[in-house]
């Protein structure tokens, strides 16, 4: 009883991270529903099964200049990105412990070079999207920059508040600054700010920094993610605190309009969609300041779709 208890919340937590299924071009992103993206007749209980579930993660993407001095170096699921700058690069997140390599063949394919990455950073400590960084840490030698909510995760190599389900666990990787809301970060000219969005973990960390196209400024957010995923809401919470988390959140970033609004699951921001309008020649095919609205909206009513269901699973309406 326990391993099928184990095997569904591992499903629930996989899942809950990965892209939901193609939304029409016109609406918010569809959200995704763990219980129906296993497939009968599995079990989840490897690292190997989450990759099998997932393939796209482990595809390769070839890279390409998004807007500005933004270029993306993941894969066809997991989106990495590369600031450059003229004294140096940012590395922002590392996907699984085997997107590492990729992005580093991504940054050289694209005429870059490792050695010049000299700031990795992290929208939060989820193996998909940290599993990569003690790699990448270690070839590029760059300081890993993250907040005080996911350092514990990110320096155990654990998924906060699931730490028995090891098949979720990555390589630790010890945080050199802790990033405080609001902080900025600066390199070469351009400058990040950091934004804790938590709730998805406890120190989600979406980023925001202006790039220049064509002559013009152009606002972009990276946003950490705001899905439930497979977070305990209710009533033995993931982390302490994670229902105030969530609606702080929400609460923020609901007047947020970035021009480009970037995702760690590419699909959350239809990138595949634009890339393919920027490859038939519109340069500004990554603006779209209302992508990040419809999508945050979307994900604040699956929210509390979720906690009444976790509410009333557990008997109660607290
Ligand atoms: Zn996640």
């Given amino acids: 009883m326990k391993k099928v208890l184990a095997c569904a919340a591992l499903v629930a937590l996989v899942a809950g991270c990965a892209a939901p299924a193609k939304p029409s071009p016109n609406a918010p992103p569809a959200v995704q529903a ?114 005080e909510g996911d350092r514990s ?54 980023w925001w920094l202006t790039v220049e196209e064509a002559g013009k400024p152009y606002d972009v957010l990276l946003f950490c993610s705001a899905t439930v995923a497979a977070n305990r809401l209710a009533p033995d919470p993931q982390y302490d605190g994670i229902v105030d988390d969530y609606r702080h959140t929400f609460e923020i970033t609901k007047d947020w309009k970035p021009d480009v609004f970037l995702a760690n699951h590419p699909e959350f921001s239809g990138l595949w969609k634009a890339r393919a309008r920027q490859e038939a020649g519109d340069l500004l095919a990554f603006v779209d300041d209302t992508a990040f609205p419809a999508y945050i909206q979307a994900m604040q009513a699956d929210f509390e779709k979720q906690l009444a269901k976790q509410q009333a699973a557990a008997g109660g309406t607290d």
């Fill in 153 to 206: 995760a990110l320096e155990g190599g654990f998924y906060l508040g699931s730490e028995d389900l090891h098949e979720v666990d990555a390589p630790p990787v010890k945080v050199d600054h802790v990033i405080a809301d609001g902080e900025t970060v600066s390199l070469g000219g351009t400058t990040l700010t950091a934004r804790i969005t938590p709730g998805h973990t406890r120190g989600c960390t979406s």
């Fill in 34 to 147: 763990p219980a129906e993206a296993q497939p009968e007749g599995r079990t989840w209980s490897t690292p190997d099964a989450i990759r099998e579930m997932f393939p796209t993660w482990l595809e390769p993407a070839e890279p390409f200049r998004v807007i500005g001095n933004i270029y993306y170096v993941g894969s066809k699921g997991l989106g990495l990105y590369l600031v450059t700058t003229p004294d140096g690069d940012i590395l922002i997140d590392g996907g699984l412990p085997e997107n590492a390599d990729m992005a580093l063949a991504s940054i050289r394919k694209l005429g870059f070079d490792p050695a010049d990455v000299k700031i990795l950073l992290n929208t939060h400590a989820h193996f998909d999207h940290s599993g990569g960084l003690a790699r990448l840490k270690q070839v590029t030698g760059a300081p890993l920059y993250a907040s």
